[in-house]
């Protein structure tokens, strides 16, 4: 559709997409103009799928020179009149560069038909990313009533401007409720029904050192599309909870090919996709699906080396609609202080050693002193807590 729209899976699923970290620049005009960093390597992505998205990176600088450059995550497109699936939300987006955290731009912009209409929505007051506007989809006279105003408020010559872009049209006074046909029109105007595209960008300048790996974390609460009970979208195949009731499947996908727009592949890639009562992902393109995975517990852990995406995420998680959710300590990649060795046990053999200034994925073990470290193909190991850095303490 334009350039920065991603594809998507189904029509229902047109709002779920998120993306990797991707490198580019904001014109003057509005416009993201991405760019590839051909010198800049992704060594390792550890990325989890859960209540919420958590993302470490390393990043290296593999050229003689320091590299400055905008980095952007994106949200996925929506519309600016019922966001994120009718819901106000907010995705309380963090982000770490080097374990600090660092302040961020918010780029919004709303497209129609290739053109950009923000001001008008914004004149409007229709800002669904920062505000919701109450537009109920089962009171349509209301909505039609309230939108109506908005537009009346608008000085004429701005009214012009908007019919022009064939933004306004006549407001709807009668509707037949089984075809959705209106059958009488007001002389009066409201906004148009049409494809809007809300584009939500987070993003910050970045310098990548020469020689030298740079992390970078940043983490967020997905929106989800709460709709999937029983069994989940992604697995087409009758399983253990299909017809369990007391499990509530909620979708949502990841854009991981603008990791792309790095020096390619990513050197390790670790995914862990994390419910309470079970998990799901499959590798998506161009709306069809493959590769699913269904976890028959709660977690899915995938390990790829020189890893070239090509296909997307679509994950679903499992819980239990009668509970609340509790809090999870997500695995990050810590950051080693000291030689350190990896055992098969806390306070067990040594199996091999992680040098020093390198990073291992983990999360803290039920032994206390002790973290779970997370390495190749799932095998698990301990590491003393003395010898990983504090930033997640």
Known sequence: MKKIVLCCVYVLLTSWLWANDTAGQLLPTGEIQFKRQKNIVLKNEALVLSEKVAVDYLFENTSVQDITTEVFFPLPPTSPLVPYF??????HFKVFVNEQEIPYQTHRRIMLDEKDVTRYFDLMGLDS???????????WKGTAEKLQQLVQSLSEETKQEMRNLGILEKSCLEMNEDTGICTRFSQQE???????QQEVYFYWMQTFPAHTTTHI?????????????????????????KEDNDIFWKAAAYIVT?????????????????????AAVSAYNQGRTSETKVALGNYIAVEKRDFVPSSEILFEIASDPHTSHSSVILPRLYKVTENASLMNTPFGTPDKTLVKDSYVWAYPAQEKGWFVALTAQGTVHYIAQENLSDFWK
Request: glycine share 8%; charged share 20%; no cysteine.
């Open 258 to 278: 603008t990791a792309n727009n790095w020096k390619r592949p990513i050197g390790l890639f670790h995914l862990l996709v994390l419910g309470e009562k079970g």
């Open 129 to 139: 990313y920062e505000k919701v506007v109450a537009l109920d989809g089962s009171d």
């Open 190 to 196: 409201q906004l148009a029904h049409k494809d809007y």
């Open 217 to 241: 974390y940043h983490e967020y609460v997905p929106s989800f599309l709460e709709q999937s009970v029983g069994y989940p979208y992604a697995s087409h195949i009758p399983f253990e909870y």
């Open 86 to 91: 009718n819901k106000g939300h907010n995705f």
